[in-house]
């Protein structure tokens, strides 16, 4: 059963810093990875989507990279802005499953 | 307008009763499915339906049943709400499944069960 892991669990920072949002998985046998972005009553939106030959994905200021064999990914954004805060999950798609499996999301604040 | 709604958006119930939230969508995906999402928990899938005559089971559907009345509509249903059931409930679509599959979501539901 695929387990997804997100550190840290929430993070604070002033505004013009660099977000670095961890993601790990216990099966690398992925099609793809997915990094989603969660405001509250908003639902979620797909930021960035890797697919399980793609070492990395590039949107504007972020940046998601994918190490399949070490089961993790990384999402960077650049120069964060008060707007950015929200939270972010990482949910990937297995091989022979039928869903996507969660992480349970890094919260995010950026401070002005 | 959205491409995925819910219906509604907030509900307060008590324990027992039945009660349905509803998924529309606008975007022609013929794959379907309801999340959970608990604090601290990521979301965890209660059904999944890739067609209108297909449905599925996922990792939580004890206390569930859904019904696919047509390719745009996909309600689920709580046939005696317990108060564990208290979470946020997301619905959301897809069109294909390996490589650019992405999924949309709803805005999400948030179920009180008292």
């Known amino acids: 059963k695929q387990e997804v892991t997100q550190i840290p669990a929430a993070l604070s920072v002033p505004e013009g810093e660099n977000l670095v949002l961890n993601c790990s998985f216990t099966?690398?046998?992925?099609?793809?990875l997915q990094w989603f972005r969660q405001d509250p009553g908003k639902g979620l939106t797909s930021l960035l989507l890797?697919?399980?030959?793609?070492r990395e994905q590039t949107s504007g200021r972020l940046n998601a990279s994918l190490d399949k064999s070490s089961g993790r990914s990384t999402l960077y954004i650049a120069a964060s802005q008060p707007g950015d805060s929200a939270t972010y999950l990482c949910?990937?798609?297995?091989?022979?499953?039928?869903?996507?499996?969660f992480g349970a999301g890094t919260t995010v604040t950026v401070r002005a | 307008d959205a491409d995925v709604t819910q219906t509604p958006r907030n509900r307060i119930t008590k324990t027992g009763k039945r009660i349905m939230l509803e998924c529309s969508q606008t975007?022609?995906?013929?794959?379907m499915y309801w999340y959970r999402q608990d604090p601290g928990l990521g979301l965890r899938l209660i059904y999944y339906?890739?067609?209108?005559?297909?449905?599925n089971k996922g990792e939580i559907s004890d206390g569930y049943s859904v019904s696919r009345q047509a390719q745009a509509k996909f309600s689920l249903s709580l046939e005696s709400a317990i108060p564990n059931q208290t979470a946020l409930y997301f619905c959301?679509?897809?069109?294909?499944?390996?490589?650019?599959?992405?999924?949309?979501f709803g805005p999400g539901t948030r179920l009180l069960v008292l």
């Open positions: 339906s890739f067609d209108v005559k297909d449905i």
């Open positions: 975007k022609g995906h013929d794959r």
């Open positions: 099966d690398s046998a992925i099609y793809n």
């Open positions: 949910a990937v798609l297995t091989f022979g499953d039928y869903k996507l499996s």
């Open positions: 959301a679509t897809s069109d294909r499944w390996e490589d650019q599959e992405t999924q949309y």
């Open positions: 890797i697919q399980s030959s793609q």
